[in-house]
């Protein structure tokens, strides 16, 4: 993702500006100029290209995504139909600046963006809303592979969640909204489990080293009563 955000970002700086379709998204030529250079834990780039005789902005979810937390982050601003680079979107595209990229990214996927809005689960914003418990509960539990179901029993707070239209939503939302960006940021991994149904919660994760080195905590417990985490 941070490839894809600087590859982003350039092209706006070089073009003056990125030119909006009538319905808003990136123009193919310039979606294409970022599908083509990035890969994208989860989806499979040939299986896109065999579906789409062209790439949209929506066929090529990562670059749709890695836009909308750009504008998120204000490092792009739309005006009159362009996407132009910010002042601190500039900033940000110095190789040595690619650190504070990432952590500008990681806050506004989690803090910024409504993740719901990718992912057509009906659950609203959960498990969005405790998005810090359930970072620390990963930075103690994801050290070896672990099943995308394993980690949301785990690492969520689920009786916070009303009626579920289906037992598979909240696993389903962990992934999306979850384990899904924390591999595009780098700081989760994946792989498929044997006999996989192609879903995305059919895959285990588990933290790397990167994470460790961007996120830390100050944990105090205030008692044990009653206390999921």
């Known amino acids: 993702m941070v490839i894809a955000a600087r590859l982003l970002l350039a092209l706006a700086v070089e073009k003056g500006g990125l030119v909006l379709t009538p319905a808003g998204a990136l123009k193919r030529v310039d979606v294409w100029h970022v599908f083509d250079r990035t890969e994208w834990p989860g989806y499979d780039k040939a299986t896109t290209l065999a579906m789409n005789k062209v790439i949209n902005e929506h066929d090529a979810y990562g670059v749709l995504f890695t836009r909308i937390v750009l504008q998120a982050a204000g490092f792009l601003r739309k005006r009159l139909g362009v996407l132009k680079a910010t002042k601190a979107g500039k900033a940000l595209l110095a190789p040595e600046a690619a650190p504070a990229l990432l ?28 998005m810090g418990v359930i970072l620390w509960s990963l930075s103690v539990t994801a050290h070896s592979w672990s099943s995308a179901g394993g980690l949301t029993e785990e690492c969520t707070i689920m009786d916070t969640l009303d009626k579920v239209p289906r037992p598979d939503l909240p696993e389903f939302a962990m992934v999306s909204r979850v384990l899904r960006p924390l591999s595009w940021l780098g700081l989760f991994e994946n792989r498929k489990q044997n006999g996989h149904s192609g879903w995305g919660f059919d895959e285990d994760f588990r933290k790397v080293p990167l994470f460790g080195q961007l996120v830390s905590f100050g944990v105090e417990m205030k008692g044990t009563e009653g206390a999921r985490h």
Request: without cysteine; negative net charge.
């Open 103 to 130: 952590a500008e990214l990681f806050e506004a996927v989690f803090w910024k963006v409504n993740l719901q809005d990718f992912d057509n689960n009906p659950i609203d914003f959960w498990p969005q809303h405790h």
